[in-house]
């Protein structure tokens, strides 16, 4: 079924596309002057290859966990410079902000990975490169030596590479190592960055890339118009349980999946990630909130996941207000249909954008 979207719409996609091609071209040469600059002989392998799967590790762990990443931070907040005319909640069919942060993290890890991956290809092949182990504490030497043998073990399991001992050793002292041995070098530091850095980042992408087709086509569904003409006849996404009475105190103000790009007062709590939501409920369940407003990004489709988020919210509050951040009325009526299923007595639903 074909997907009907207004003119600024198309407009504002193709910025994403437009700026998400020179953000990729902008990472490439960044890489390329940066990490052709940067090789040069004699090269540490051990330490070359920590130096660049640490920092791609390490955020890829803190991305997971937090649903934030450094990266599409820069990216959502150059657009904002570049695009300023686009609203910032004015895609029919926006992703979430974990799907977002994803994506732009990784795509750009993968660039700076394969692109350093081209860079030592080429002048691993074309210019002569030596290899030294040498470490300022001479009893380091033992400890080098079982990282490196720890970083092969997966790489000669699945018969990417064999490694000589001898060669290890060899590699203590400058200037000693055989033709085969920089060899050797050379092609374990391109598995290292291929089987540690680029592999994992691959999986996560490929993983994001399947959720955010998967969102878009129900979204796609969702939002057109012979949809939205059925949606009054279908049937509760989720049924909510009878709400136990609550006496609380306090007021408070959330917001569910809105981006840091959306400006929002400096009192409300962004509950973008399960670990600060769980924080926040099991806070709330210890002392329930007298009343609680939270907000929403309307242009999400109103799913499952964030309508079960609100009923929890919901139950821990005597009275709850849910604002509905959006300017499209296809948005609007999907989602005044999904809550009118799940509100009761006490409260109420808000589609003015303050």
Do not use: C
């Not at 953000?23 to 090269?43: D, M, N, Q, R, Y």
């Not at 057109?224 to 049937?235: N, Q």
């Not at 369940?285 to 009343?291: D, L």
């Not at 907000?295 to 604002?323: C, F, S, V, Y």
């Amino acid at each position: 079924m074909k997907m009907h979207l207004e003119p600024h719409l198309h407009t504002v996609m193709r910025h994403w596309r437009i700026l998400f091609v020179l953000w990729i071209v902008l990472t490439i040469l960044s890489t390329l002057f940066g990490s052709s600059s940067l090789i040069a002989s004699p090269i540490h392998p051990l330490y070359f290859v920590l130096v660049m799967l640490l920092p791609s590790t390490l955020f890829l762990i803190f991305s997971l966990i937090t649903a934030h990443s450094l990266f599409a931070e820069l990216f959502l907040q150059l657009k904002n410079l570049i695009f300023k005319q686009d609203h910032a909640i004015n895609l029919s069919t926006p992703l979430p902000v974990r799907y977002i942060a994803q994506l732009i993290s990784n795509a750009t890890w993968l660039t700076i990975l394969i692109t350093t991956l081209l860079v030592l290809f080429f002048k691993f092949t074309f210019q002569h490169f030596d290899f030294y182990l040498g470490n300022t504490f001479t009893e380091s030497q033992s400890t080098t030596d079982h990282i490196v043998h720890y970083l092969n073990w997966l790489p000669s399991q699945l018969g990417l590479i064999e490694f000589d001992d001898a060669i290890i050793q060899a590699s203590f002292q400058s200037g000693k190592l055989a033709d085969e041995a920089r060899s050797m070098w050379a092609k374990w530091i391109i598995v290292m960055i291929l089987m540690y850095g680029i592999v994992p980042r691959l999986l996560v992408f490929i993983y994001y890339v399947i959720r955010a087709l998967r969102h878009q086509k129900f979204a796609a569904v969702a939002v057109s118009d012979a949809v939205i003409e059925d949606a009054a006849k279908e049937k509760p996404l989720v049924i909510r349980a009878p709400k136990a009475p609550v006496i609380g105190d306090g007021h408070y103000r959330v917001a569910l999946d809105i981006t840091e790009q959306t400006t929002l007062p400096d009192d409300v709590v962004r509950l973008n990630d399960i670990e600060t939501f769980q924080q926040f409920e099991s806070a709330r369940k210890v002392e329930p909130a007298q009343w609680i407003e939270i907000m929403i990004d309307g242009n999400l489709m109103p799913d499952r996941g964030i309508l079960r988020r609100l009923i929890r919210l919901m139950n821990q509050a005597e009275k709850a207000t849910i604002h509905v951040l959006t300017d499209d009325p296809h948005q609007t009526q999907m989602w005044q249909h999904h809550l009118s299923s799940i509100i009761v007595d006490g409260e109420a639903a808000d589609y003015e954008i303050k």
